[in-house]
Structure formats: structure tokens, C-alpha cells
């Protein structure tokens, strides 16, 4: 089961910092993902970040702002958002992956999902 928390309203150019706390014992098995859904779009990638935290990826439009992070010993996978934009708003999901490289990139390749946490930056 994947938990996500640390969503919230914020004023542009704020941060927040998202978890997502993973139940069980094989959390560092997995690549992990942050995803996010604005109303009426599809759910996109995010960011990304390898089993030992080693690798990370982002789409353009976070790169310099966002910060994906984990902690294999607490279970915890973290998305640290900075000077946010209103077109960051969405719900924001975080997902994990048994697949490996630039392939954990790719929403269809994720097998667990969180319920979602809302994030709402007001101009």
C-alpha cells in the first residue's frame, strides 16, 4: 500500500514537500514514481527515481524546481516542490515500478498506486 501526504494550497513561488509511505518489506525492490492529474487531462509523469536512489528523472517543465528523493530504511519516497507555479496544481500520485532504466518514466509501466494527494498553487 502506497500513502501519499504533505499536499495543501499554496501561493505561487512556495513549496511543499510530498511523501509517500510504502507498507511492506520490499519497498527498496522497487523503482518509484510521482505522477500527477490536473482536472480534465491525463495523468502524467512527474519524476522518477531508481532502487537506490542513484538515478533520477524528471520532466522538463519540474527540472530545477523538484526533487525527488527516497529513504529505503523508512519506506519513504519524497517529492520536495519549489517556487510552484499554478500549472502545478493537480492531484499528485505516487507509484512503484519493478521495471528498470528510463522505463520507470512511463505511467502504463507503474503496477502500485497511491490514492492521491491534492496540490493547489493560487496565483
Known amino acids: 500500500e502506497l500513502v501519499e501526504s504533505g499536499g495543501g494550497l499554496v501561493q505561487a513561488g512556495g513549496s511543499l514537500r510530498l511523501s509517500c509511505a510504502a507498507s511492506?518489506?520490499?519497498?527498496?525492490?522497487?523503482?518509484m514514481g510521482w505522477f500527477r492529474q490536473a482536472p480534465g487531462k491525463e495523468r502524467d509523469f512527474v519524476a522518477a527515481?531508481?532502487?537506490?536512489?542513484?538515478?533520477?528523472y524528471y520532466v522538463d517543465s519540474v527540472k530545477g524546481r523538484f526533487t525527488i528523493s527516497r529513504d529505503n530504511a523508512k519506506n519513504t519516497v519524497y517529492l520536495q516542490m519549489n517556487s510552484l507555479k499554478p500549472e502545478d496544481t493537480a492531484v499528485y500520485y505516487c507509484a512503484a515500478t519493478s521495471q528498470y532504466g528510463s522505463r520507470i518514466t512511463r505511467t502504463y509501466n507503474y503496477d502500485y498506486w497511491g490514492q492521491g494527494t491534492q496540490v493547489t498553487v493560487s496565483s
Open positions: 511492506g518489506r520490499t519497498f527498496s525492490s522497487y523503482a
Open positions: 527515481i531508481s532502487r537506490s536512489g542513484g538515478n533520477t
